[in-house]
């Protein structure tokens, strides 16, 4: 009886030792600025968002950004009200913008070398409640233990919900946005 009780005391003392470990290879970062600049012949807009939060795990190439969209800042407080209004985002109904990706040449991608690595993260972005793919260059610059993560591509509006066919808004806003990542891990 006492072997069974010793061995069982023992599996669980390893298993709870593996379970909750943490992973080395995963980095958090809360310094990260979004931003999206939309330009048109009426006018430019810009927003930045400092309050997003990413992990970028460097052994699997997993980089997931969680971004509240009730956060990004712009020049003019009529611009941020449209922005989180029902007939835009909806940022009450869908708070969070999300982005799950993975590295594609993790292979090439060394956490401990300095440097600077080229490469594509592909997955699936979530605004305003509708997901779609993604496939996105980014560069990843590592300097010591610091690691950053640096992008810029373009979304298509429609492809969240976001399409306005007459009115102001339709002469106002890109059917384009400029989307511009700097995350440091």
């Known amino acids: 009886m006492k072997r069974i009780t010793v061995s069982g005391i023992l599996s669980l003392v390893i298993f709870a030792f593996v379970a909750f470990t943490p992973n080395p290879g995963k980095m ?9 600049f939309s330009t ?23 980089v997931v950004f969680s971004v509240p969209m009730q ?3 712009f020049e003019k407080a ?6 989180n209004s029902e007939d835009f985002l909806d940022t009450k109904a869908n ?3 999300k982005l799950v990706a993975k590295l594609s040449n993790l292979a090439d991608f ?6 600077t690595y080229y490469t594509t993260f592909k997955g699936e972005m979530t ?19 610091k690691i950053k993560v640096l992008s810029k591509f373009n979304l298509k509006l429609a492809d969240y919900g976001v399409a306005f066919e007459k009115g102001k808004p339709s002469t106002n806003i890109a059917k384009i946005v ?3 990542v700097d995350a440091e891990y």
Do not use: C, R, W
Not at 28 to 36: A, E, G, N, P
Not at 110 to 115: A, E, F, R, S, V
């Open 28 to 36: 958090l970062s809360t310094k990260t600025h979004i931003k999206f």
């Open 40 to 62: 048109t012949a009426a006018e430019n807009i810009e927003a930045n968002n400092y309050k997003s939060v990413s992990t970028f795990d460097t052994q699997t190439g997993e």
């Open 71 to 73: 956060s990004f800042e």
């Open 78 to 83: 009529l611009m941020q009200k449209h922005f």
């Open 95 to 97: 708070p969070k913008a």
């Open 110 to 115: 060394n956490p401990d070398k300095n440097g």
């Open 127 to 145: 605004i305003n409640g509708k997901s779609n793919p993604i496939n996105e260059k980014a560069t990843i610059i590592v300097n010591g233990t």
């Open 178 to 180: 400029e989307v511009t």
